[in-house]
């Protein structure tokens, strides 16, 4: 049963702008952390950012104040807004629980940042 599914990479230049969508189930979106991971070539899957069921958000250092999470206030959807995009923030983003209590992982939405 397919529970996270991703949406809206693409190629974008330096310094422009992307927002990544998350279709969950209703069950995920109401009771899980929901976060995005991302995964460069050759390393291992990281969380960029993740929303609490109250809305509390964390993001990691180098997406401060670039990248925004939210949750959809009318179905079970969450968003990763992305500006001010870097080549380094090029890779495969995926969404899930965090953690993932073994939760499958969706096909993921590659970013890449680049000229």
């Known amino acids: 049963q397919v529970q996270l599914v991703e949406s809206g990479g693409g190629l974008v230049q330096p310094g422009g702008s992307l927002t990544l969508s998350c279709e969950v189930s209703k069950s995920i979106f109401k009771n899980y952390i929901l976060g995005w991971y991302r995964q460069e070539p050759g390393k291992q899957r990281e969380v960029v950012a993740f929303?609490?069921?109250?809305?509390?958000?964390n993001y990691d250092d180098s997406m401060k104040g670039r990248f925004t999470i939210s949750k959809d206030t009318h179905r079970p959807v969450f968003y990763l807004q992305m500006e001010g995009l870097k080549p380094e923030d090029t890779g495969v983003y995926y969404c899930?629980?965090?953690?993932?209590?073994?939760?499958?992982w969706g096909q993921g939405t590659q970013v890449t940042v680049s000229t």
């Open positions: 929303i609490t069921s109250s809305g509390i958000t």
């Open positions: 899930n629980t965090v953690p993932t209590y073994g939760h499958s």
